[in-house]
């Protein structure tokens, strides 16, 4: 396999205690011939049942196998600001890869155990992890398998499944090591993806304004910023250069992303003005009040009376970007409640053409587990042409990679 998109990337393969460890390292030669910087860490397991030395022969590099060393003094280490052997292999990986991954370490990721040198590094990492298990057919038929396969699916973390097979135990069954250039093929795909939004400056907008009453109340809306901070951590994790403009009482992002916070809708309008010019891509998944208070108070509005707001309008920024910058490329969102998946694309259509806007993603937040304040969504997204994609009931993180790959479509 040729794949130039290893060339001086760095992997960080974690070898664990199972019979087929000793296939990673065609692997790791098949990587490091493609360009590949490759730096191996074995668990105490792996250690049973292959040699440090043929993995150091086949990586190149000193193998790590532990967190701490014993001949360290760590109190003076740390004061000195040395490099902490987890953190550094978190840090320079472009792609963790567990291959093979036993139960056991599938296990311990998913539930977030830290207590080796691999998991405590996968923990640290903002890489994309591929795990590549192998084990008997019943470890991987058993359902707390299963479970935190899927938990870990559903948190991005990626996967090449086991093939069926003969096993090394004796059992005939779905539990061998998938075939190594399917391993190749999806670690290149992985870091392209990584970095295909290097270079591309990314305004996302997320989580709900609100309209002063007075100063103690506002009209707002449920819209958390689930969906957006999951779009910019998503952008940011394929090299985008992002800026996140988020509700000021929105659940805050993973990772450290570049953010401004936003009150009223003329604030975001501001603040999106501020930086249109320099954006190349504008994702504009906030929840912007329709209304406005017109007769607000700037004093505390006495309680036990009857209160009558006048509401007008709001400017409907969305329609207004393309406007300001031609050249951006836009994506907007539609939420509806209770809509039919066509009232709800057709509604999107309409609004792509009253804003010119490139893509719209429309949701229905009548629907359980879609829209505000949950951790998954199902959309669908409409084009200029008004071909629908369906994105199905998936962790807002998955529908956020899918969402940036479709816009990674249109500008190419
Ligand atoms: C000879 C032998 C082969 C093993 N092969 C596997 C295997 O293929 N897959 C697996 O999940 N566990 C296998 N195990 C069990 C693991 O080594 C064990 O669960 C261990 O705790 C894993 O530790 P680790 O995940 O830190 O490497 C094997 C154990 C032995 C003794």
Avoid at 124 to 151: D, F, H, R
Avoid at 282 to 291: L, Q
Wanted: hydrophobic share 40%; net charge positive; charged share 25%.
């Amino acid at each position: 396999m040729k794949n130039n998109s290893l060339r001086g990337r760095s992997i960080v393969i974690g070898i664990t205690g199972g019979i087929a460890c000793y296939k990673s390292l065609d692997l790791i030669e098949e990587l490091r011939k493609n360009g590949a910087n490759v730096h191996i860490i074995m668990t105490e397991s792996a250690m049973h049942l292959a040699g440090i030395k043929d993995f150091e022969k086949a990586s190149g590099n000193e193998v790590q196998t532990s967190l701490f060393h014993p001949k360290v003094d760590y109190a003076d280490y740390i004061k000195k600001n040395k490099p902490i052997k987890h953190i550094s292999l978190a840090d320079i990986a472009d792609l963790f890869l567990v291959c093979p991954a036993t139960a056991n370490t599938i296990g311990k990721i998913a539930n977030g155990i830290s207590d080796d040198l691999l998991t405590t590094s996968i923990t640290a990492t903002i890489a994309p992890v591929l795990i590549c298990p192998a084990m008997n057919v019943k470890m991987w038929k058993n359902p707390i398998t299963q479970e935190n396969v899927s938990k870990l699916r559903k948190l991005n973390y990626h996967f090449v499944e086991p093939e069926y097979g003969e096993l090394a135990c004796g059992y005939k069954g779905i539990g061998r090591l998938a075939k190594l250039d399917k391993i190749t093929e999806r670690v290149g795909l992985l870091i392209t993806q990584r970095n295909d939004l290097k270079g591309k400056k990314i305004l996302v907008t997320s989580g709900a304004t609100f309209e002063e009453i007075d100063p103690v109340r506002v009209i707002t809306n449920r819209s958390s910023g689930k969906m957006g901070n999951a779009i910019a951590e998503q952008a940011y994790l394929r090299g985008a250069d992002v800026l996140l403009l988020r509700g000021h009482n929105s659940t805050e992002p993973h990772y450290n992303i570049n953010e401004e916070k936003f009150t009223t809708v003329n604030d975001l309008f501001n603040k999106i003005k501020k930086y249109l010019k320099n954006t190349d891509i504008i994702i504009h998944a906030a929840a912007v009040s329709d209304f406005e208070v017109n007769n607000k108070e700037d004093k505390k509005i006495k309680s036990r009376q009857e209160l009558h707001l006048e509401l007008a309008p709001t400017t409907k920024i969305l329609e207004n970007l393309k406007k300001l910058n031609k050249r951006i490329f836009l994506m907007g969102f539609k939420a509806e409640y209770n809509f039919s998946k066509d009232g709800l694309t057709n509604s999107a259509y309409n609004l792509l053409k009253s804003a010119n806007a490139d893509l719209i993603v429309a949701n229905d937040v009548g629907k359980e587990n879609a829209g505000f304040d949950v951790d998954t969504n199902e959309v669908f997204v409409v084009d200029k042409g008004k071909k629908v994609e369906h994105i199905r009931l998936s962790d807002k993180k998955v529908v956020a990679d899918r969402l940036l790959d479709i816009i990674i479509k249109k500008i190419q």
